[in-house]
């Protein structure tokens, strides 16, 4: 199995910054894209950044000049820097693995962690 461990949720004050942080462990050989959605009370869950094995990222309009998602390919972990946080951005906050390759053969799609609470008090 491969699995998906966030960390770095917490409570913050709103103007505050935070960071999470999210590890794939399993037998990997490479991970496509690696990204962080999120959901809010009685809310669908949404993208908020991912970044692909090249480098490329995609961010969600309302989080656009506020987040930064990065990555270290070598040891399959993905972060999510988070600044000028809003009491809008209050929600659970999941990692997300796409393609993750095990072998020429063996390939697992969307792979989630179990989250990880951000609050953000006004």
């Known amino acids: 199995q491969v699995q998906l461990l966030e960390s770095g949720g917490g409570l913050v004050q709103a103007g505050g910054s935070l960071r999470l942080s999210c590890a794939a462990s399993?037998?990997?050989?490479?991970?496509?894209?690696m990204g962080w959605y999120r959901q809010a009370p009685e809310k669908e869950r949404e993208l908020v950044a991912t970044?692909?094995?090249?480098?490329?990222?995609n961010y969600a309009d309302s989080v656009k000049g506020r987040f930064t998602i990065s990555r270290d390919n070598a040891k399959n972990t993905v972060s999510l820097q988070m600044t000028s946080l809003k009491p809008e951005d209050t929600a659970v906050y999941f990692c997300?693995?796409?393609?993750?390759?095990?072998?020429?053969?063996?390939?697992?799609?969307?792979?989630w962690g179990k989250g990880t609470l951000v609050t953000v008090s006004s």
């Open positions: 970044i692909t094995s090249g480098g490329a990222t």
């Open positions: 997300n693995a796409d393609r993750v390759r095990q072998n020429s053969a063996l390939v697992y799609s969307n792979v």
């Open positions: 399993g037998r990997i050989f490479s991970i496509n894209a």
